[in-house]
């Protein structure tokens, strides 16, 4: 299956000049959406997962269903002030300013087998400021998987220190 045909371009959105690939169309679609997952699952089941990590909000989308399939934990990272608990935060940049994402300060103890998850790849500054937090919390990082990689932002350059795979491409 082609799952790039399901992804749809956006000109001028959010602001112009920028191409949104707007993965929706795969979403609705229960056999795009079951080979992602499959395929994405199929990547990282060797990896003896603990955990699987996605970013708020579009990586929670596969992260979980990717987590399940792999028999591992779910651990949300959330923006700012989201999340109930005690936190820890990382910082990011985006081309407009800092973000930041948290996730629970408890969520796996140290030796915790990590998968990195999120929908696109283009800085790597989500996936990095993901990786910093679980590197905090004293896991370990064995992917970075993602559904869309652009790579024309060389994320896999700000990643180059972890395994990374995306299930489409952009050049």
């Given at each position: 299956m082609n799952l790039r045909s399901y992804v749809r371009d956006i000109p001028d959105?959010?602001?112009?000049?920028?191409?949104?690939r707007d993965i929706t169309p795969l979403l609705l679609d229960p056999r795009a959406l079951d080979a992602s997952i499959s395929r994405l699952i199929r990547y990282a089941r060797d990896m003896e997962v603990d955990y699987v990590v996605a970013a708020e909000a579009r990586g929670f989308i596969l992260g979980g269903a990717l987590a399940r399939g792999l028999r591992a934990g779910f651990?949300?990272?959330?923006?700012?002030?989201?999340?109930?608990?005690e936190t820890v935060s990382a910082e990011y940049a985006l081309?407009?300013?800092?973000?930041?994402?948290?996730?629970?300060?408890?969520?796996?103890a140290g030796g915790a087998r990590v998968l990195i998850h999120d929908d696109l790849l283009a800085t790597g500054g989500t996936a990095r400021a993901l990786a910093e937090l679980v590197g905090r919390l004293?896991?370990?990082?064995?992917?970075?998987l993602f559904l869309v990689e652009l790579r024309s932002f060389e994320g896999r350059l700000a990643l180059?220190?972890?395994?990374?795979h995306s299930l489409i491409q952009y050049d």
């Open positions: 959105f959010p602001s112009p000049g920028i191409l949104f651990v949300p990272a959330r923006k700012r002030g989201k999340l109930p608990h081309e407009y300013g800092i973000d930041a994402l948290e996730m629970h300060a408890d969520a796996f004293g896991g370990e990082v064995l992917a970075c180059s220190q972890y395994k990374v």
